[in-house]
C-alpha cells in the first residue's frame, strides 16, 4: 500500500551559491553523500540539487514535512547499478516509521539548471486474511 507521494524541485544555481557558503553543505548532506557528490566535479552541483531535491520530496510524502528531521539524516546513495535510493537514520528513521512505511522509491533527474526527485513511500504489510471494514 503507498503510504505517500512527494516530488521537489531544485535550481542548481541554489546549490552553487550554497558551495561558497562555510559549513552549509555539511549541515545539509551526510559525510558519505557529500563525498559522492563533490567528487563529481563539475557535475558536483547538478548532483547536490538532485539530493536535496530528494530529501524535500521525502519530507513530502510523509506528509509531515521535513519539521523535526535533521536533513544530514536522510542520505541518498547510488546503488550498484547506479539506481537512486534514499537511507535513513534517526530522526527520518523514526518519521519513517510513524508514516507506517517499510519500503523508499526514488527517482531524480537533472538538467542543467534544475534538479526533480519524486519519493514514493510503500508499507508492505504481510496478507493474513483479513479484511477490514
Known amino acids: 500500500m503507498i503510504t505517500g507521494i512527494g516530488v521537489d524541485m531544485v535550481r542548481v544555481q541554489r546549490m552553487d551559491r550554497w ?8 549541515r545539509y548532506f551526510h559525510d558519505e553523500e557529500l563525498f559522492a557528490s563533490l567528487a563529481k566535479g563539475y557535475g558536483a552541483s547538478l ?3 538532485a539530493r536535496f531535491a530528494a530529501k524535500e520530496a521525502f519530507g513530502k510524502a510523509l506528509g509531515t514535512g521535513l519539521a523535526g528531521i535533521v536533513l544530514k539524516d536522510i542520505m541518498v546513495v547510488n546503488n550498484s547499478k547506479g539506481k537512486p535510493e534514499i537511507r ?8 519513517l516509521d510513524e508514516n507506517g512505511a517499510n519500503r523508499t522509491h526514488l ?4 538538467e542543467r539548471d534544475s ?19
Open 47 to 49: 548532483s547536490l540539487a
Open 19 to 26: 558551495r561558497n557558503v562555510p559549513g552549509l553543505l555539511e
Open 107 to 110: 527517482s531524480i533527474t537533472h
Open 88 to 95: 535513513v537514520f534517526g530522526t527520518a528513521r523514526a518519521a
Open 115 to 133: 534538479a526533480v526527485a519524486m519519493v514514493v513511500l510503500e508499507s508492505l504489510h504481510l496478507d493474513t486474511g483479513e479484511r477490514g471494514p
